[in-house]
């Protein structure tokens, strides 16, 4: 867990400072290109997998051949995705009504295969719960990617930085983990994917529904309101994922291997749900909260003047980001156990709700959109609790109880900003004194109200931290 939060930390640390950096020296309207193209980022690793890398840690054995034809397959995936994306570009630009992303798209798309070599040595380092690889190789990458980005902005790349930013990433990734894993040698022992490629196809469908549902508001944000609604929007979408990326994804990475591993022992499995339920809510939840009490001077201060518009949609997104970061568990459960089909089934309701909240959104502009989602992501919230039930016996009571004491200090943190920001003049003051009292009163709630919970929260913490068992 504290390689992993290395890795995810210090990544999104270079990776967003980039792209404030980025959003500053190129404005809402040039950023909107890098915004939709990101989309299409997000996409290839799905699509460069087809859920084998997934296969390769929840099995518990695998054949010598099979990291190797994996890899085999991720390589064709890069060669034919290259080409089509090639050939496509023109109309995905058409789509978003801006030319400016075709050849941003042409360029990713030739450099796919630097993605490719580094997914099956990062899924076996997963598989034996070796992080420490993965860390260096994200840190790493990251930082250059990072540096590269912000070169070519200032070069007059325009939006093509992002180009520069995202090959240089790869390389360094690619390069790492190689040599960490010492490979693997990519084969032709093509009939050991009979044995993946069943758990590997559902794992697919399941992320290829899941990116849908999660992306389906930034497509239709620049098709519909244009390319630079999609930068406010994006921008402030950056941070819902913040805790998502930087907490959640962090410890399943790591719950993953170690729920699949338990998959039998249901004890056990309710046991490390709920302590890394709590663990998730305690991290995300008041960091969310103070994103959103202070949306409107947290912009004006990083982002400038400029990108106010993105304040509102932070607000109502830092919302949706505490309560995703907190259920992000369920899915790695239900892969762990082998209900792929139920998690499956799941993405496909999930999907159904968050469209139909977003297109109704859609009238009402970017600020409908982010409500739109983040009401269906609450609607869900008790399907989601009903499978971690099915799956462990812990109750709905056992998660609210585990949930309750940083929902309730952010409540009261978030009071105490707004009268600061009621009382102060000045965005920085605001943001600066703000700050402080919401850390302060949330804190005290915490110690005061719900004492024997955040000091235990708090015991496991120090442990992740000193390594202590």
């Given at each position: ?198 758990f590997g196809a559902r794992v697919m469908a399941t992320n290829g529904i ?145 469209v139909g909240g977003i297109v109704v959104g859609l009238r009402w502009g ?96 120090r442990r992740l931290a000193t390594g202590r068992s």
């Amino acid at each position: 867990m504290r390689w992993n939060s290395l890795a995810v930390v210090g990544k999104q640390v270079f990776m967003f400072g980039a792209s404030i950096v980025l959003a500053r020296l190129l404005g809402p309207e040039t950023y909107g290109v890098i915004s939709a193209a990101m989309i299409y980022v997000t996409f290839t690793m799905l699509l460069l997998d087809q859920g084998l890398a997934a296969a390769l840690v929840q099995r518990a054995e695998l054949s010598r051949w099979a990291p190797g034809v994996v890899a085999t397959a991720n390589l064709a995936s890069a060669v034919l995705l290259g080409v089509v994306t090639w050939l496509a570009a023109p109309l995905v630009a058409d789509f978003f009504h801006d030319e400016r992303l075709a050849p941003v798209l042409q360029l990713l798309g030739a450099a796919l295969w630097l993605k490719a070599l580094a997914i099956v040595p990062r899924a076996m380092q997963q598989r034996v719960l070796t992080f420490r690889a993965i860390a260096v190789a994200d840190v790493a990458g990251a930082l250059v990617g990072a540096v590269a980005g912000v070169v070519a902005a200032y070069l007059g790349a325009g939006p093509a930085a992002v180009v520069a930013m995202v090959v240089a990433t790869d390389l360094v990734v690619a390069a790492v983990l190689l040599h960490a894993e010492r490979g693997p040698v990519p084969n032709l022992h093509v009939r050991e994917l009979r044995e993946l490629l069943p758990f590997g196809a559902r794992v697919m469908a399941t992320n290829g529904i899941a990116y849908f549902s999660r992306n389906i508001d930034n497509i239709l944000v620049g098709r519909v309101l244009g390319l630079s609604a999609l930068s406010f929007y994006g921008m402030a979408y950056r941070v819902l994922v913040i805790p998502v990326q930087l907490i959640a994804q962090t410890v399943s990475r790591v719950m993953f291997p170690v729920f699949s591993r338990l998959a039998d022992r249901r004890d056990l499995l309710a046991e490390n749900l709920l302590r890394t339920t709590q663990l998730l809510a305690l991290l995300a939840v008041p960091l969310m909260g103070l994103a959103a009490a202070g949306a409107h001077e947290l912009v004006h201060v990083v982002l400038g003047v400029k990108w106010l518009p993105s304040a509102s949609l932070l607000t109502v997104l830092a919302v949706a980001g505490a309560r995703e970061t907190v259920l992000y568990v369920t899915s790695p459960l239900m892969k762990a156990t082998g209900e792929v089909k139920l998690l499956l089934r799941y993405e496909m309701l999930a999907t159904l709700l968050q469209v139909g909240g977003i297109v109704v959104g859609l009238r009402w502009g970017t600020l409908g959109v982010a409500l739109g989602y983040t009401v269906a992501g609450f609607v869900l919230t008790p399907v989601l609790l009903l499978v971690q039930r099915r799956l462990t016996g812990v109750t709905g009571r056992d998660q609210v109880r585990v949930v309750l004491p940083p929902v309730h200090a952010a409540l009261w943190g978030a009071a105490a900003y707004v009268v600061v920001a009621r009382v102060l003049d000045g965005p920085l003051l605001v943001l600066v004194v703000g700050a402080v009292c919401y850390v302060a009163v949330a804190a005290g709630v915490l110690l005061l109200v719900h004492r024997s919970s955040t000091l235990e929260g708090l015991t496991r913490l120090r442990r992740l931290a000193t390594g202590r068992s």
